[in-house]
């Protein structure tokens, strides 16, 4: 970094120099030199090429996150899929804890991961899981419900991972300073008398480029913000899960409330 600004720094220095003592021998007292519009442009490029950029990769990171909760979503089905192969009552018990697991996802770790963190409610679930495999370690199920947990729990840490901003904070903001140098810039270019159609395009590109980046700013959040991935898919296994567990089992008592903490 410290190159970076003496560089810089320097060139800048060179150039005031240049332009004080040897643009005079260079052109003519007539020439008036580059247009406001002209020094303009090359900050206008590099607006626009910044802003693309960390577009692109705000809306991959979206993209994954929504990719990781799906993910962890199937893995889950597949969990209470292999558990219908133990037998009882092993077999109720890991149907009961994936829906209180699902419901905790839906209704604790997804505000948590606007904190960018994970939830202990989730976690209880999955030491229960474990808790239940241990008791199954002679059974030919064993192998399968263990292979199915290790995907799962891999999934959901791609999810909270992916709740991190992918745009690192110094970049944003020196994404909106180029932006807002770049409005000032160009209203610098605007003239100064019978301007009202250059005012409104002026005022329609700051609109446009503010718009941009609080779009960026919600999907670079993908857990938080207007713009996020919802729960969707983990509240269709919640759901699915317990209908097949009412279904095979009438009697069986959830171990946790609406909420998914233990009742």
Not at 158 to 175: K, N
């Amino acid at each position: 970094m410290i190159v970076i600004i003496v560089v810089l720094a320097a060139a800048l220095s060179a150039s005031v120099a240049a332009n004080r003592y040897l643009r005079p021998r260079m052109v003519t007292e007539t020439d008036q030199g580059m247009k406001v519009q002209e020094l303009i442009g090359p900050m206008q490029t590099l607006a626009i090429l910044l802003l693309a950029f960390v577009l692109v990769t705000a809306s991959a990171s979206y993209a994954q996150a929504g990719d990781a909760a799906r993910r962890e979503a199937h893995e889950l089905a597949h969990l209470a899929a292999m558990a219908t192969y133990a037998p009882e009552p092993q077999q109720s018990q890991l149907l009961q804890d994936v829906v209180c697991y699902a419901r905790t996802v839906r209704t604790a770790e997804w505000p948590a991961m606007a904190a960018v963190r994970s939830s202990d409610a989730s976690d209880q679930w999955s030491y229960a899981f474990r808790g239940v495999f241990q008791t199954l370690r002679t059974e030919q199920a064993f192998g399968m419900l263990v292979a199915a947990d290790d995907q799962r729990s891999l999934a959901r840490e791609e999810r909270v991972a992916q709740a991190s901003p992918s745009i690192p904070a110094p970049i944003f903001w020196f994404l909106l300073t180029v932006l807002a140098m770049t409005v000032i810039a160009l209203g610098i270019a605007v003239p100064h008398r019978d301007n009202r159609g250059q005012l409104a395009a002026l005022v329609a590109i700051t609109v446009l480029l503010g718009s941009a980046l609080v779009i960026i700013q919600n999907v670079d959040r993908p857990f938080d913000q207007l713009i996020n991935v919802p729960p969707t898919a983990i509240h269709t296994v919640e759901t699915q899960v317990l209908h097949d567990l009412q279904a095979a089992h009438p009697g069986a008592v959830l171990p946790c409330g609406a909420d998914g903490n233990r009742s």
